[in-house]
């Protein structure tokens, strides 16, 4: 076989001999975490655990090419060449596998997320940008399959803005869009539509990836034969493959063994990429995975014992170690001497990771056991606080749970008691509990001097004779002011470009700002919102249209294990402003006039969800989202885009308020609340019901994450005495969540003379015409009697009943 390196730089035997084994020292240390990290799930340390065994020369080759600047968008198999980077260390990698919430001793999420998921920091602590040209990258991994793919497309079509877009300040992000987007995934996963998808996009748009597929004929215990035609991705994508005529991929194979093979793979890959701009696909194949799929299983259940013979002959450590003892680049003995000291190293961190871990509970530990000791004996239930303070005392290795849930067991027995030994123990069980709750749930949304809710209203102003205009006209204007202030503002979706979106709101846009800056897209939307989370990712602010709200069911996954994560799931390490603009409410038929807001409200915590009722709204909203650095969805009313509305002249400058309410029409019988589309009905409903003496108070929720952060709605209750919500989801939807929000969270139900009631949509679908919308959805005569009927029952004799 030949040795020789291959690499575009000509270096000495000994530099060569160095990196070779410095490349096996990489590949057998990660081996053996391997190892170790499955016993430790096995004798009950951590929950589960989930390795790159198998894999490593692959990951060594990759991390060779990589270079700083490029970007990562992978799945949870990558250990190696994190470890290759020297962003992962052994201890780290013990410390994720216990979940230890101190995120300088796991850097990954601080215990978030399950071990095999990895990052690197984007941004400083006052959440400005680092510098991503003079460090290597990774993008946040998720453990659905194929939901890194569309991530990958937009941060290797960043590269394509930078080297295209010449008044972007690009000084933090690209030099020359010279940066490759790496993505991995594994065989099995690549049955999924978000695979082919991402691959489609990435063959029109032409962008710098490098995608390798790990190919080791398993998607846990399924064969390749039930995953991929041909059973063989490389050649079920022939027709990717570009030619002289045409563009498409540059499509290369390797087997996962072949160090040399490996190296050369990769580095051409590299050339290609990064020198061409187009994408390559890199096929692995011939790999194994020694432990199968996690610890959750044992392949020997379902690989045949000629199978699990070939991969114990063909492991890629194994052939790797071979051939250097066959190159006389070091002898048997000289790397078993270097395997049995990276056992050594590997073990003393695994210990030391645990000791770390365990550290600060057995330190609260002691400290509780002396609380309850105490409390026990000052109160008359001596005999049951005694055992929970034995039980705790019996956990050598007590994790936080058994902490908190033992110290609150114990203040139930204390009940009616009054003594300083209680209060004791109750001071530390509030302030243990106060400490831990914001290891596991704070960043959701951004905590830095500048988030969105922290943007103050800016309103709109008018000339005397302001012109009234359809109200696409002042979001185009609006949309047209942001471009211009913001260089790094890219818009994109099906229609967008060309026609200027199907409402044309983007009018004439892209004529003015070029087709990079308002581009049309296929009908893909999982890689349109890919694009805006990559590109934001790498420092740019995507707009991202997706035709009709209805259509945005196709991107949820991407959305809500991604884009609605980032933050949380990095510890506030990383930031992805995207914004998600779309239409939808009423219109007509079941696919363009759905208003699913329930469903949006419960999946997409961590985005704002912003419903405005008109377009200065809607332009104030995205006005005030380019302040801020936050991912929001913004829904416009898609049967608004025709009224007349009056020309702000400060378009571009004033900002709709996140997270505040607007009350929109004074009144002392009753509150409605409601949102978009649906306020101008209730606003009709509110006009009849002053003609039978009914005067309500008419609230515009317009933010539902986070709504009415001021607690506005609860100082109307408390004048009116009483609630309705009026909402086009259907019935548990969103109105319950508005319910929740005003009656559990602002405590309304103290104000309240008569029962708050809610009133939405029917069960189903809106079915099609002017008259499935009125038989499917609230109307205004559905909101007149739904009030009066309210008012009916506490005053029955000035309003008798209608119907």
């Known amino acids: 076989m030949d040795i020789s390196p291959k690499t575009s730089n000509d270096i000495s035997f000994d530099d060569f001999r160095a990196q070779i084994l410095k490349d096996y020292e990489i590949a057998v240390l990660s081996r053996i975490c391997s190892l170790m990290g499955r016993k430790e799930v ?65 850097p990954m999420s601080a215990g978030r997320q399950m071990i095999g998921h990895y990052l690197t920091y984007s941004l400083n602590e006052d959440g400005s940008w680092k510098d ?35 008044d972007i300040d690009a000084t933090k992000f690209s030099v020359n869009g010279n940066e490759i987007a790496w993505g991995t995934i594994g065989n099995a996963s690549t049955s999924e539509g978000l695979f082919f998808e991402t691959i489609n996009a990435g063959g029109v748009l032409q962008v710098p990836m490098v995608i390798s597929i790990w190919d080791d004929d398993y998607g846990i215990s399924v064969p390749q034969e039930y995953h991929t035609t041909k059973e063989d991705i490389s050649e079920a994508l022939k027709g990717f493959q570009r030619d002289e005529s045409n563009k498409g991929y540059e499509i290369l194979k ?197 988030k969105a809710t922290n943007i103050a209203e800016v309103k709109p102003e008018y000339d005397a004779k302001a012109a009234v205009v359809d109200g696409r006209v002042i979001l185009r204007d609006n949309f047209d002011r942001l471009l211009e202030k913001y260089p790094e503002i890219l818009i994109f979706g099906e229609d967008t470009g060309t026609i200027g979106d199907v409402n044309q709101g983007l009018e004439g846009l892209q004529d003015k700002h070029g087709k990079l800056r308002v581009a049309d897209t296929g009908i893909r939307e999982s890689t349109i919102i890919g694009q805006g989370l990559g590109m934001a990712l790498r420092g740019l602010r995507p707009i991202a249209e997706i035709q009709y709200l209805d259509y945005i069911f196709y991107a949820m996954p991407t959305l809500t294990d991604d884009v609605a994560t980032i933050r949380y799931r990095t510890v506030g390490k990383q930031k992805a402003p995207l914004i998600v603009r779309t239409r939808g409410h009423r219109l007509e038929g079941i696919w363009h006039s759905g208003s699913p807001m329930g469903g949006l409200i419960h999946v997409l915590r961590g985005m704002y969800i912003l419903s405005p009722r008109n377009m200065t709204q809607a332009a104030g909203f995205y006005n005030t989202l380019m302040k801020s650095d936050e991912p929001a969805l913004v829904i416009e009313s898609l049967n608004g ?67 009415d952060i001021n607690h506005d709605v609860v100082k109307s209750v408390q004048k009116t005495n009483r609630l309705l919500v009026i909402d086009e989801d259907v019935p548990g939807g969103c109105s319950a969540y508005l319910l929740h929000e005003i009656i559990e969270k602002q405590g309304a139900f103290t104000y309240l003379d008569s029962a ?48």
């Open 42 to 106: 096995l004798n009950g340390k951590a929950k589960f655990g989930i390795f790159s065994d198998g894999k490593e020369l692959p990951q060594l080759a990759m991390a060779r090419a990589f270079k700083d600047g490029d970007f990562r968008s992978g799945y949870y198999r990558d250990q190696t060449f994190m470890m290759a980077l020297g962003l992962l260390s052994p201890k780290a990698l013990f410390h994720a596998l216990y979940a230890t919430t101190d995120i300088e001793k796991e």
């Open 132 to 166: 991503l040209t003079k460090q290597k990258n990774t993008a946040p991994d998720i453990s659905s399959t194929a939901g890194q793919m569309p991530r990958l497309l937009g941060l290797a079509q960043a590269s394509k803005m930078y080297r295209n877009l010449k």
């Open 254 to 450: 390797v087997k996962g063994w072949d160090y040399t093979a490996l190296m050369h793979a990769y580095e051409n890959a590299s050339d290609i990429a990064r020198a061409e701009h187009v994408p390559v696909m890199i096929h692995v194949t011939e790999l194994t995975q020694p432990q199968g799929h996690s610890t959750s299983g044992s392949h020997e259940r379902y690989k045949s014992e000629e199978r699990l013979e070939w991969e114990r002959v063909n492991d890629c450590n194994k052939r790797f170690k071979e051939w250097i003892i066959e190159s006389g680049i070091a002898s048997e003995k000289e790397l078993n001497a270097l395997e049995l000291s990276l056992k050594k190293l590997v073990r003393t961190a695994k210990k030391e990771a645990w000791a770390e871990y365990l550290a600060s509970h057995l330190a609260q530990k002691k400290i509780l056991v002396d609380l309850l000791d105490k409390a026990a004996n000052s109160s008359q239930n001596k005999a049951f606080i005694i055992k929970l303070k034995n039980d705790l005392i019996a956990l050598e290795e007590p994790i936080k749970r058994d902490l908190a849930s033992t110290a609150r067991k114990a203040l139930r027995y204390l009940l009616g008691e009054n003594s300083s030994e209680k209060e004791a123990l109750l001071a530390w069980t509030n302030n243990f509990l106060k400490k831990e709750q914001p290891n596991y749930s704070d960043h959701l949304y951004s905590e830095n001097a500048n």
């Open 641 to 707: 885009y025709r009224l007349k509305e009056p020309t702000p002249n400060n378009l571009g400058e004033f900002c709709t308020p996140i997270g505040i309410v607007e009350t929109i029409k004074t009144g002392t019988d009753i509150t409605l609340v409601s949102y978009g589309s649906t306020l101008r009905l209730v606003m009709q409903a509110a006009k009849e019901l002053l003609e039978v003496g009914i005067d309500v108070e008419v609230i515009d929720a317009q933010s539902l994450l986070p709504f």
């Open 756 to 803: 708050p009631q809610t009133l939405s949509a029917k069960p189903h679908r809106p079915a099609y015409g002017s008259d499935g919308d009125y038989f499917s959805k609230p109307n205004t005569e559905d909101i007149f009697e739904k009030v009066y009927a309210i008012i009916h029952e506490s005053n029955p004799e000035d309003y008798p009943n209608l119907r």
